[in-house]
């Protein structure tokens, strides 16, 4: 296995966690109902502990819903979605995902999104790689970290948590 660095503990992935739940919640207290998607794979839990925490500090209606796409060739199938995509329709949606490595995987789920007339559309990360091949911005970010084009950061969410420079 090669070499690996720990840019996050799990101490600082739940105190990440939080920060960015209080974050969204001071961003959109005016708004009635919130729609969490997180994307396959990491997003996705990632998205439940922010939807978690949100409950816990928010009086909002919070909606999880799931992004389904492949992550190595996403114009290969289509993007779904496991809630009704008319929902989505003036709705305020943050989009989650663990990593924003080079912002391929983001762009077609934003584009998945922005099929319906969502009213606000943000993104949420917990670690964010500042090189990118693709434009995408972070709203709401637990790490922002420089690295080269080579470098590679991966999370382990369960057991063993911790994200960590490859």
Do not use: C, W
């Not at 762009?107 to 917990?126: F, G, P, R």
Request: no cysteine.
């Amino acid at each position: 296995m090669p070499n690996k660095s720990i840019v996050l503990d799990r101490r600082q992935i739940n105190q990440k966690t939080e920060r960015i739940a209080f974050e969204i919640m001071e961003n959109s207290f005016e708004t009635p109902v919130i729609y969490i998607g997180g994307i396959s794979g990491n997003g996705f839990p990632f998205a439940e502990r922010l939807v978690k925490k949100l409950n816990e500090i928010s009086e909002q209606q919070i909606r999880l819903f799931e992004i389904s796409l492949n992550k190595e060739k996403p114009a290969s199938s289509p993007v779904t979605l496991s809630i009704p995509e008319k929902e989505l329709n003036g709705a305020y949606v943050i989009l989650v995902d663990d990593v924003i490595n080079s912002g391929r995987t983001l762009i077609y789920a934003v584009k998945k999104l922005l099929d319906h007339e969502v009213h606000v559309l943000k993104v949420a990360t917990l670690v964010n790689r500042t090189h990118r091949r693709y434009p995408v911005h972070a709203d709401y970010v637990g790490l922002d970290i420089s690295t080269t084009l080579r470098d590679t950061i991966m999370v382990s969410l369960g057991e063993e948590e911790m994200a960590y420079l490859v």
